[in-house]
């Protein structure tokens, strides 16, 4: 499963493989997101 969020009304929705369609369950929007883990920042030393 894959984890999504609608842009609409800020819900996680979980879509399984199977899935034919793209669609938020709750509002119908669909335009989805994909979650992602926050960003790592690297750091380099100065010179």
């Known amino acids: 499963m894959m984890g999504y ?3 609409r ?7 399984k493989s199977d899935y034919q369609g793209i669609r938020c369950p709750y509002c119908g929007y669909r335009a ?11 750091k380099i030393k100065a010179i």
Not at 9 to 15: D, F, P, T, Y
Not at 34 to 40: A, F, H, I, T
Request: proline fraction near 5%; aromatic fraction near 4%; charged fraction near 40%.
């Open 9 to 15: 009304c800020k819900r996680v929705v979980e879509l």
């Open 5 to 7: 969020y609608c842009l």
């Open 32 to 42: 989805l997101k994909k979650e992602r883990s926050p960003v790592m920042v690297k």
